[in-house]
């Protein structure tokens, strides 16, 4: 099995095509929202999520097509403090909702392919 590294989405800007900035959320014991660069409708050939857990807190994502609802502790996938981990994600998934098990912080998500 081959495996290739992440290579996150490349966007077209004024100035040329450039790589699309992770969405960074501002994150806490409420739950955001967050939209995923990209095609706001999904993206199949990008399927793979990268996501930079930077505070000191369990993390809890729920990905979706922008009627997932809320992430909770109990409906969502946990990433460990000061983590990053790469997913696969359904091809229709344009965002989702993050909550911290405590505190506050902030969780990056970037779109592409690969581990």
């Known amino acids: 099995m081959l495996i ?9 800007k004024s100035s040329g095509q450039v790589v699309a900035a992770p969405v960074q959320v501002s994150a ?3 739950a955001a929202t967050f939209t995923l660069p990209g095609n706001t409708s999904g993206d199949v050939s990008n399927v793979d999520i990268r996501v930079e857990n930077q505070t000191a807190s369990w993390a809890f994502v729920l990905f979706g097509d922008g009627s997932q609802g809320a992430a909770t502790t109990a409906n969502a ?39």
Do not use: D, H, K
């Open 28 to 30: 806490s014991t409420t």
């Open 4 to 12: 290739n590294p992440f290579r996150p989405i490349v966007v077209t």
């Open 77 to 115: 996938i946990g990433f460990a403090p000061n983590s990053v981990e790469v997913m696969e994600v359904p091809n229709t998934c344009n965002g989702g909702s993050v909550i911290l098990a405590t505190g506050t912080g902030t969780v990056a998500f970037e779109r592409g392919l690969g581990v």
